[in-house]
């Protein structure tokens, strides 16, 4: 199983003067210590109540990724989600290609139908009625395709038109950055995981009997379309406290080991104490070693 590492909070202290350092230091960490993968939320407001007050600091995500591309040689890179209404598809297509291409191919392409309304009105993004943002979502993925594939021919949908759809320069990635579609609706989402894309995101606290039924529903959807069901990467999110009196080492060997018995290979940290670089250390010491046959 891999492992990686998403970065959801940037309130550490002596943020905002370090928060570039401070950055920089976790992914290099993360890269040294193994992980496979480094992520950060595309987000403009903080997660409230969640993970903190909606003004807590937040980085806006590609341009976070930009840097650490230039911060790291390995790991992988990518948002875990960006929602579709914030920006045109033709433009998140080309923040990706550029990712890739000055990361040297190490960018994936997250991407899902957005839920935060509050941050939306907060900053006046348009939130349509969730069956127009699924219907936006599917419009982007084809468009993504289409730029990746070289064609440059005009993309007419419903919400979307493109009249010469050119990405030059092309990603590095072949056939182009994995496509992570976020999210676990049954009927539309995981449909359009087997349909566009090469890498499903779920939450591992769902637990593992819904888990296992949703990774059920995507392979009815590969059935019907015929889609090779092993050909999607599996990845479960999961929030981690690496600490003495919460989660330790074995229990979070245990719970890969879990996600791995399910069919998943790639478990996405968020690490509550992840600015320490303590933990992320622990994680490669004594996790990565255990979890990687798996």
């Not at 996405?268 to 992840?274: A, Q, W």
Request: aromatic share 8%.
């Amino acid at each position: 199983m891999k492992l990686g590492l998403q970065v959801v909070r940037f309130d550490w202290p002596g943020s905002p003067q370090n928060t570039g350092a401070k950055l920089a230091e976790i992914a290099r960490a993360a890269e040294a210590a193994g992980f496979y993968s480094l992520w950060v939320m595309d987000h403009f407001y903080q997660i409230a109540p969640r993970l903190g007050p909606a003004d807590a600091p937040m980085l806006e995500g590609y341009s976070a990724l930009h840097f650490l591309a230039g911060q790291t040689a390995r790991i992988n890179l990518g948002t875990l989600v960006s929602g579709v209404i914030y920006r045109e598809p033709a433009f998140l297509v080309k923040q990706a290609s550029t990712l890739d291409v000055l990361s040297g191919g190490r960018a994936y392409f997250g991407i899902g139908a957005a839920w935060y309304e509050a941050e939306a009105v907060g900053l006046g993004f348009r939130f349509p009625p969730i069956r127009e943002r699924f219907e936006r979502l599917e419009e982007a993925l084809q468009i993504a395709k289409q730029m990746w594939a070289g064609d440059r021919s005009p993309y007419h949908g419903k919400h979307f038109r493109l009249e010469l759809p050119i990405n030059s320069p092309q990603p590095l990635s072949r056939p182009h950055p994995p496509i992570l579609i976020g999210g676990s609706g049954e009927k539309k989402t995981l449909r359009m995981v087997a349909q566009y894309g090469d890498a499903c995101n779920l939450f591992a606290r769902m637990g593992n009997e819904e888990l296992a039924r949703k990774l059920n529903v995507l392979r009815g959807h590969c059935d019907r379309l015929g889609r090779d069901y092993e050909q999607i990467e599996k990845t479960a999110s999961c929030t981690i406290h690496l600490a003495p009196g919460n989660t330790g080492s074995g229990e979070l060997i245990e719970l890969c080991r879990g996600l791995a018995g399910l069919g998943f290979q790639h478990a996405i940290l968020s690490l509550v104490d992840v600015h320490e670089i303590e933990p992320i250390d622990r994680i490669g010491r004594e996790v990565l070693p255990e979890v990687s046959p798996f």
